[in-house]
């Protein structure tokens, strides 16, 4: 996981460098120094490795609450459904290995992973278990004794994920949608660069599209197979209906 974060950091700090103008000799060694960062790796049971070495079979727990070596799917996007298909399954076959349940941050985190990864019904049946009344009070806090709050926003951010994503620059609509929720409507979702979302689907299409944010700003939208760019008006707004 350390290695994941430093890359990420790296590279929006390159980036933010670009964006401001820089290029002076910070950016040339953070660039230099990114590129000796270890890969990833795929072990021999096919698991994408938690450790330099292939270690994980000897790990004392196999269903331990940390996918810390996931980072690289969810939160961030170094791994991804669209670029790394071969690592997307090495992830899976990680958390098959782990299980689904485990604390409420931790079956949250799993829920998170498996709609960034496209399983819808698999993250709503992780959503399911979370909501259960074995990690969800009554009042609706997390029930990791006495309350984790990570578990009810991680739970949000998995609902938030199965509807719309934001990565790769492109808006990805309806990506981990499960089969029961064929249906439905949301409003004000939000996504990266100051987007707002409100969209209705039926027969888990989307039927009416809202987009909001920085007047005349060019959006990349992916919806199942196909990818269209759009542009918000002078009012800041785009808005589709099929």
């Known amino acids: 996981m350390d290695r994941q974060i430093i890359r990420d950091l790296f590279a929006n700090t390159v980036e933010a460098g670009k964006k401001l103008g820089l290029d002076d000799d910070l950016t040339a060694q953070i660039s230099s120094t990114a590129a000796r960062i270890a890969p990833d790796a795929i ?24 996918v810390s070596h996931l980072y690289a799917v969810y939160p961030s996007s170094q791994i991804n459904v669209r670029d790394n298909p071969k690592f997307i399954d090495a992830a899976k076959s990680s958390l098959r290995q782990r299980g689904d ?74 990506p981990a949608l499960p089969t029961s929720w064929a249906a439905g409507e949301v409003r004000g979702l939000r996504a990266r660069g100051a987007i707002s979302v409100d969209m209705v689907w039926r027969e888990s299409k989307v039927r009416w599209l809202e987009l909001r944010g920085p007047p005349n700003e060019s959006i990349k939208l992916r919806h199942g197979d196909i990818s269209e760019t759009v542009r918000l008006d002078a009012r800041g707004r785009f808005r589709m209906t099929s």
Not at 130 to 143: E, S, W
């Open 43 to 66: 072990g021999e049971r096919g698991q994408l490795q938690e450790w330099l070495e292939d270690w994980d079979e000897a790990a004392p727990d196999q269903h331990h609450r940390h």
């Open 101 to 174: 349940l485990a604390t409420g941050w931790g079956t949250a985190w799993r829920l998170c992973l498996w709609a960034r990864m496209g399983e819808g019904d698999h993250a709503h049946a992780i959503l399911k278990a979370l909501l259960g009344p074995q990690r969800t009070y009554p009042n609706m806090f997390d029930a990791h004794p006495p309350f984790q709050i990570d578990g009810n926003f991680g739970g949000a951010a998995g609902i938030m994920e199965m509807l719309v994503q934001s990565w790769g620059r492109e808006i990805r609509l309806l």
